[in-house]
């Protein structure tokens, strides 16, 4: 799986953007796909997940505030971001979980993870 990342950009406080995640293959195949953030000097840490079956979860420091979804249609996961932080000033990156058979029968979990976006919330 291929995953392109895109809309990052310089945001003042308060202010929001859509972060975009394009997959090379149909997301519906896909076990899940996540947003995680880094910033230089620190792990990287999740920030919002979600299922095949639609179902989501978001780290505590943006619940509330962020968003994502997902298009069937345009393989693609997107991310929004409303109210946002100086704090949340990092690189953004989407990753997409897999789980599938291989020729022996035995199930093989894969992790996919985009190029990163960076994303600046100026104060």
């Known amino acids: 799986v291929q995953l392109q990342a895109s809309g990052g950009g310089l945001v003042q406080s308060g202010g929001s953007l859509r972060l975009s995640c394009a997959a090379s293959?149909?997301?519906?195949?896909?076990?899940?796909m996540e947003w995680h953030r880094q910033v230089p000097g620190r792990e990287r840490e999740l920030v919002a997940a979600?299922?095949?079956?639609?179902?989501?979860n978001y780290a505590d420091s943006v619940k509330g505030r962020f968003t994502i979804t997902g298009d069937n249609g345009k393989n693609t996961v997107y991310l929004q971001m409303n109210s946002l932080k100086p704090e949340d000033t990092a690189v953004y990156y989407c990753?997409?979980?897999?789980?599938?058979?291989?020729?022996?029968?035995?199930?093989?979990?894969?992790?996919?993870w985009g190029q990163g976006t960076q994303v600046t919330v100026s104060s």
């Open positions: 979600i299922t095949k079956s639609g179902s989501t």
């Open positions: 293959r149909n997301i519906g195949s896909i076990n899940g």
């Open positions: 990753r997409a979980d897999t789980l599938s058979q291989d020729s022996s029968g035995t199930w093989q979990a894969a992790a996919y």
